[in-house]
């Protein structure tokens, strides 16, 4: 099965400016997770949705992270204005379902650079 | 909240040899599952074992097996035989029971290098 696919790889913007990730789960995968990876730490919950709906946003920066996921299946997020700190690795995962223990597919990272 | 603390942020071993990551974790629930994830330089997280806190029987999947001490609250990963493309990151993670896709809590890291 082709496995979770986020774009771009790489993404270099000033402090300030905007910008937008792309995620597309593995078909039919319910549930869809965003993590950032600050270099030398592990990764942290940004939102979880469980389809189309939001689950969990507690850790989501809301005054300048945005994210949605129209029609339950591919994703976005996006940073503005962007800020030094955002400078970290975006990770997309998913999962299959609502059964317990099914393991959460990640897909390659988008990493953010900030001048 | 739970926390996962991974206190060797570098480790090494000779190809061929057995290393021990370890791993200690902070929780209050009885049901919870546990995993090791690897990240290559290449940043893919791929699931290398899990555990589930109310089995006694530590996980094996070929060369990796855990030391999963439930008591201690400890979950330690062994390699063993380590190949050169077992260099990586490996993380730790907690994920609760209470709702079945929550998210995973990662510990910070253990970088591995494998010398020829």
């Known amino acids: 099965e082709a496995g979770v696919a986020q774009s771009p790889r790489y993404k270099i913007i000033e402090k300030r400016q905007s910008v937008a990730f792309w995620c597309n789960p593995i078909?039919?995968?319910?549930?869809l997770y965003w993590y950032q990876q600050i270099l030398g730490q592990g990764p942290k919950l940004l939102i979880q949705f469980q389809n189309n709906g939001v689950v969990d946003d507690s850790q989501l920066p809301k005054d300048r992270f945005s994210a949605e996921r129209l029609k339950g299946v591919d994703s976005t997020l996006k940073i503005q204005p962007a800020k030094l700190e955002d400078s970290a690795v975006y990770l997309c995962a998913s999962s299959p379902g609502l059964q317990r223990n099914q393991p959460q597919h990640f897909g390659d990272g988008t990493r953010l650079s900030i001048l | 909240a739970q926390t996962v603390t991974q206190s060797q942020p570098e480790m090494s071993v000779q190809e061929a040899e057995t290393v021990t990551l370890s791993c200690t974790y902070d929780t209050s629930e009885s049901d919870y599952y546990l995993f090791w994830y690897k990240q290559p330089p290449s940043r893919q997280m791929i699931l290398v074992i899990r555990?589930?806190?109310?089995?006694?029987q530590n996980a094996t999947e070929n060369r990796f097996s855990v030391n999963f001490q439930k008591a201690a609250k400890s979950f330690s990963l062994k390699i063993s035989d380590s190949q050169l493309g077992d260099a990586a990151m490996y993380f730790c993670?907690?994920?609760?029971?209470?709702?079945?896709?929550?998210?995973?809590?990662f510990g910070k890291g253990t970088r591995l290098s494998v010398i020829a």
């Open positions: 078909s039919g995968h319910a549930t």
């Open positions: 993670a907690y994920r609760s029971p209470t709702s079945g896709n929550t998210p995973l809590v």
């Open positions: 555990q589930e806190a109310y089995k006694q």
